[in-house]
């Protein structure tokens, strides 16, 4: 008698085993994608140098040229989806997407709903104020309405600094908010926020400004579903080859982008 009682614990614990396993297989296999011929990313491209919309309406950037160059790799096709940035983690979670290519910070949050590759760049928060800002570093902020994009790591960090968080679904919107002059200051990635205030400024002077305060430190990487470990295996060591061969700083590079290894 105890040793059936026991023998049906240890049966009624492998198959609660077996079904959570079965039922967190959202994740994406190295067999899954070449059987399918292609990888699907779910991208956010208003985030210029990593993805943003070409003339032609394609999205391109840092981020994409890589992707692309791993795909060759894997013997895959590259496939976009276009979504805001907040829909991006939920889709991939999901399993209606592999991976998540949206200049995505690693955070400890984050890490607890996707599997993140290895991070591949370095990046930081900085703050866009218009020439006339009395606003000059970070401290200035206090009691400041701030504009970010929505489900971002800028997101987060103005609501824990305390700062009133004006926020918008696209990042053109942020921007557009502080031309406007309906918040005091605009939260952004340096690497965006210098590109984005590049093409602003270009017929118009020194109209915006990034102030020389970097806030955080974000390292960048590719999110997919728990249950792709052996592709994010795969692309991490594909990942590692293309940082030491100089071929990411090289991206960078073509994308007139200051690269920071991670
Ligand atoms: N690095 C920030 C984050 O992960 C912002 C990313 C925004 N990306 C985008 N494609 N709009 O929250």
Redesign the pocket.
């Known amino acids: 008698m105890k040793m059936k009682k026991k023998l049906a614990l240890v049966l009624a614990v492998v198959m609660m085993i077996s079904l959570l396993t079965a039922c967190g297989g959202k994740g994406t296999s190295l067999k899954d994608i070449q059987k399918a011929g292609k990888l699907v990313i779910a991208?956010?491209?208003?985030?210029p140098p990593?993805?943003s919309l070409g003339a032609d309406g394609s999205v391109e950037g840092i981020e994409i040229d890589l992707l692309n160059i791993i795909c060759d790799k894997l013997g895959v096709e590259l496939a976009i989806e276009q979504m805001d940035?907040d829909s991006v983690l939920p889709g991939v979670q999901a399993g209606k997407f592999d991976v998540g290519v949206?200049?995505?910070?690693v955070t400890e949050q984050r890490q607890k709903n996707v599997l993140f590759t290895d991070p591949y760049c370095l990046?930081a928060q900085a703050i866009v104020v218009t020439a006339d800002s009395p606003i000059t570093c970070k401290a200035d902020l206090e009691g400041k309405t701030v504009s970010v994009?929505t489900?971002?790591?800028?997101e987060s960090f103005c609501m824990e600094a305390g700062y009133n968080v004006s926020s918008f679904a696209s990042?053109s919107d942020a921007q557009a908010a502080l031309v406007a002059g309906k918040v005091d200051a605009w939260v952004i990635?340096d690497l965006t926020a210098a590109d984005m205030v590049k093409s602003y400024n270009k017929d118009k002077g020194e109209a915006l400004i990034i102030l020389p305060e970097a806030m955080t430190t974000?390292p960048?990487a590719f999110a997919f579903a728990f249950g792709s470990e052996d592709l994010v295996k795969e692309i991490n060591g594909i990942l590692a080859e293309l940082v030491a061969d100089g071929t990411v700083a090289a991206i960078f590079e073509a994308h007139d982008a200051p690269y920071t290894a991670p």
């Open positions: 991208t956010s491209p208003d985030f990593f993805e940035f949206s200049g995505i910070t990046a994009q489900g971002t790591t800028a990042n990635d974000e960048y």
